[in-house]
């Protein structure tokens, strides 16, 4: 293996990304899975490269990126990287900043909804695998709803056409 720029010996404390190595990895994470790194994240992508690098005995993340890139061991250790890197772990309200976040922007949406005789908001979960995103949104979006001229959110939850007798207009 090449040294690069970033190697340092293993074990030791974490090297700095240099941009090249930054926008090589990126492009790699983003191509093949989706996932984007903004700048704010890039030291979560560095600690996970850092972490399965010391795991392999790598010395620079480009040795890395060519191993995980281009040879016959990197699909396995693909995965192992995704697993460090994506967040796997679902629970009611896990990000709590988040949903604050969602209870207030859907407090001012409604409001102004309300003042153009609207009362439909839609809220998208994309991803959740057990539901307990989606539910937590929309407690959060009943919460926000609270005191609201809609009047009985709780007997309205759900797609349209699924309840009785119920127009799409009356849901959240």
């Known amino acids: ?46 600690g996970c490269l850092w972490e399965r690098m010391r795991a392999r005995g790598v010395r620079s993340y480009l040795d890395y990126h ?18 460090c ?3 796997r772990q679902t629970s009611f309200f896990r990000c709590e900043p988040a949903f604050r976040a969602l209870v207030s922007a859907a407090s001012e949406i409604m ?28 407690i959060a979006a009943l919460e926000a709803a609270g005191g609201s001229p809609w009047g009985r959110p709780c007997a309205r939850l759900g797609p349209p056409g699924k309840r009785s007798g119920e127009s799409p207009q009356g849901s959240i």
């Open 1 to 46: 293996m090449a040294l690069t720029a970033s190697a340092t010996r293993i074990g030791a404390q974490r090297p700095d990304m240099s941009v090249n190595e930054q926008e090589i990895w990126r492009s790699l994470v983003e191509t093949r899975c989706g996932a984007h790194f903004a700048e704010s994240r890039l030291h979560h992508l560095q």
């Open 66 to 83: 060519h191993e995980v890139a281009f040879l016959r061991t990197g699909a396995a250790e693909w995965v192992a990287l995704l697993d």
């Open 85 to 87: 890197l994506l967040n």
């Open 111 to 138: 409001g102004r909804k309300r003042m153009q005789s609207e009362n439909i908001l839609r809220l998208w979960s994309v991803g959740c695998s057990s539901g307990q995103e989606t539910y937590s949104m929309a």
